[in-house]
Nanobody, 123 residues
Framework: QVHLVESGGGLVQAGDSLRLSCAAS????????MGWFRQAPGKDREIVAA????????WHADSVKGRFTISRDNAMNMVTLQMNSVNPKDAAVYYC????????????????WGQGTQVTVSS
């Protein structure tokens, strides 16, 4: 079992950068594929980025490609989402999640979720 706690959200201006962190506790963090999701008011939760067990493979949604970067540090049990050039469309609650798959793009394959961190972007 994995317990996830996100941090780093807040209010930023369009064009700014923000770094979200997800601290994991529990066993065998390095055997979980990790993902960042977001959910805006009235919208479905969507995947933003995913990273494989070792960090050797990553995936980013087209809407954030080139602006956001997912990374992980298995020694620190941490996964991060570096968000650059944010815009109002990026405003949402961001969730960190863990999957038993090596790397998953499917929400139903994520078994553990954090409580979320709010990102608000002012234009």
């Amino acid at each position: 079992q994995v317990h996830l706690v996100e941090s780093g959200g807040g209010l930023v201006q369009a064009g700014d950068s923000l770094r979200l962190s997800c601290a994991a506790s529990g066993r065998a963090f390095s055997t979980y594929g990790m993902g960042w999701f977001r959910q805006a008011p009235g919208k479905d939760r969507e995947i933003v980025a995913a990273i494989s067990w070792t960090g050797g493979s990553t995936w980013h949604a087209d809407s954030v490609k080139g602006r956001f970067t997912i990374s992980r540090d298995n020694a620190m049990n941490m996964v991060t989402l570096q968000m650059n050039s944010v815009n109002p469309k990026d405003a949402a609650v961001y969730y960190c999640a863990a999957s038993r798959e090596v790397l998953s793009l499917h929400i139903h394959e994520y078994n553990y979720w954090g409580q979320g961190t709010q990102v608000t972007v002012s234009s």
